[in-house]
């Protein structure tokens, strides 16, 4: 994966991440729960797509049994924006569906171009 493909997926992640957050809570709400997993988790908002498994944990700290919901609403929109179908399979983390996605060169590189699709459904 070239460093560009690579940019525009962690793009598409944080802009995933981002909508979600704020759809569910609020910008405030969002914003204060970055502060949140910045303070205590030392996870800062530029990191979480390298680090998918550490956002998994905060958001079980932070949401509690709600943290797969919200996990699994910031992956349709992510598979969304790179025009690909969400199949959820009952044995994968948040993580899997990641790697997933990264494999995926062509949704990658999709995103990657200039003009980032936002998703209509």
Do not use: Q
Not at 18 to 40: C, F, G, M, N, P
Not at 78 to 89: A, H, N, V
Not at 90 to 117: L, M, N, P, Q, T
Request: hydrophobic letters at 40%.
């Amino acid at each position: 994966m070239t460093a560009n493909m690579r940019e525009g997926l962690e793009r598409c992640l944080l802009d995933a991440i981002d909508e979600t957050l704020s759809l569910v809570l609020s910008e405030r709400t969002k914003e204060a729960i970055y502060a949140h997993i910045e303070k205590y988790f030392d996870l800062r908002r530029e990191e979480i797509p390298r680090k998918p498994d550490l956002l998994a944990t905060c958001l079980e700290k932070i949401f509690g049994r709600a943290a797969p919901v919200v996990e699994k609403m910031i992956l349709k929109k992510l598979y969304s924006k790179l025009g690909i179908d969400f199949e959820e399979r009952e044995d994968w983390s948040f993580k899997d569906y990641i790697i997933s996605v990264e494999r995926c060169a062509g949704a990658v590189s999709s995103c990657a171009s200039f003009g980032v699709r936002r998703a209509s459904r």
